[in-house]
Each structure stands twice: as structure tokens, then as C-alpha cells.
């Protein structure tokens, strides 16, 4: 069964500090990867789209990499500030023209 | 429109009774979604629309659900007969084609009282 995990589940940090969100998945062969932003009682916001045939990349103060052998993908906050606290979701499409996979997601706090 | 839009953004019905939920997907996008979130849950995929092909109705919980889509543009699911577990947040996503970035609405809350 293909599945996506995300580790932590929640995370509280200060302001300023840099930070990484995990992402796994079950089957190193994927089409690509995104990953979103939940604000609480809000729908899905695009940050980071990553091809299969890619190793990161960057938007402002985010940056994704994928490591397709290992399973893995991060998203890298640097500088994090409070309007970052929100739910970070990971999703693999395997193959085109099949729905995306969702991680359940981590809940990241920034206090000032 | 800029953006996907979802209708209405909140639905109380009674157990029992039919509803249908609705998604305009971003002008000149082939491909349309619809995921459920419940509470504390992480999303669960339900149908895929992708241009004229037949649609991916693998998620569908249930043959209460259904789902179509117009004219390649908008597309309404339906559920028969609601139930309480029924009751989540329904979200739609576009993308360009088959295989680029989606973009999520808003969602339609649903409460099955």
C-alpha cells in the first residue's frame, strides 16, 4: 500500500529559529511532490512543487529537497516567524494522471 | 476565476436527506479532485476527473457518493441519503493537467445533524 508519513505531528518552536518538516513515502518511484499549507478552518495553499527528476526547490524562506532512494523529502523553514504556524501537508502523486497522497500533517507553532 | 471556488462554504442537512456540493475548478484546468477531511483526519482522496476520460471513482466510500463534471468545468458531488459520518469538510483541487501542481478551494463544511 503506498503511504505518506509525516514526523512530527506537531511542533512548537521560538520565532527565528530554522526548522524541518519530514516527509516519507512507501515507493521511490513517484511522479512528483508538493507540499501545502493548512491555516486552521481554511482549504489547501500550494507552497512547493518538486519533480521527480529534481532535487529541491526553493520559495522565500522555504526550501524542499527530495531524496527519491531514501523516501524522503523535508521542507526547510528558515527564520521562522509566527504567521508560519499553520499545518504543513505532504503529498505524492505516483504516476500522472493519479490523485495525490496525503501525509496527515504537522502542526508547527511559532511563538514570538 | 483566480481561484478554485467551492459552494456553498457551509452545509447543515438533516440525516436522510441528499446534498450536492459544488466546485468550479480554475478556468482552462483539465484535471479536478475531490478529497474529505475529518476532524482530526488527514485527506482522503474520493474521485479524480481528467478531461474526457472515465473518471477515478476508486476513493468513493460508498455508492451514496457520486460525482460528475460538466462541460470538461464544474463538477457536483452528490451524496444520497447523508449520514452522520458523512459530516467533514469537502475539498476540491484543479490542476493544468495530469500531472502539475493542484490548487485547492476553500472546502464545503458539511454537517449531518
Known amino acids: 500500500k503506498q503511504e505518506v508519513t509525516q514526523i512530527p505531528a506537531a511542533l512548537s518552536v521560538p520565532e527565528g529559529e530554522n526548522l524541518v518538516l519530514n516527509c516519507s513515502f512507501t515507493?521511490?518511484?513517484?511522479?512528483?511532490l508538493q507540499w501545502f499549507r493548512q491555516d486552521p478552518g481554511k482549504g489547501l495553499t500550494s507552497l512547493l512543487l518538486?519533480?521527480?527528476?529534481?532535487r529541491e526547490q526553493t520559495s522565500g524562506r522555504l526550501n524542499a529537497s527530495l531524496d527519491k532512494s531514501s523516501g524522503r523529502s523535508t521542507l526547510y523553514i528558515a527564520a521562522s516567524q509566527p504567521g508560519d504556524s499553520a499545518t504543513y501537508l505532504c503529498?505524492?502523486?505516483?504516476?500522472?494522471?493519479?490523485?495525490?497522497?496525503f501525509g496527515k500533517g504537522t502542526t508547527l507553532s511559532v511563538s514570538s | 476565476g483566480a481561484g478554485v471556488s467551492q459552494s456553498p462554504s457551509n452545509k447543515v442537512t438533516e440525516k436522510g436527506k441528499d446534498v450536492e456540493l459544488r466546485c468550479d475548478p480554475i478556468?482552462?484546468?483539465?484535471?479536478l479532485y475531490w478529497y474529505r477531511q475529518s476532524l482530526g483526519q488527514g485527506l482522503e482522496f474520493l474521485i479524480y476527473?481528467?478531461?474526457?476520460?472515465?473518471?477515478?471513482k476508486s476513493g468513493l466510500p460508498s455508492d451514496r457518493f457520486s460525482a460528475e463534471r460538466t462541460g470538461g468545468s464544474v463538477s457536483t458531488l452528490t451524496i444520497q441519503r447523508t449520514q452522520q459520518e458523512d459530516s467533514a469538510v469537502y475539498l476540491c483541487?484543479?490542476?493544468?493537467?495530469?500531472?502539475?501542481?493542484?490548487?485547492f478551494g476553500q472546502g464545503t463544511r458539511l454537517t449531518v445533524v
Open positions: 503529498a505524492v502523486r505516483y504516476q500522472a494522471g493519479t490523485a495525490l497522497i
Open positions: 478556468s482552462g484546468h483539465t484535471a
Open positions: 518538486i519533480q521527480s527528476s529534481q
Open positions: 476527473f481528467q478531461g474526457n476520460s472515465a473518471p477515478d
Open positions: 515507493d521511490s518511484a513517484i511522479y512528483n
Open positions: 483541487a484543479s490542476s493544468l493537467d495530469r500531472g502539475a501542481e493542484a490548487f
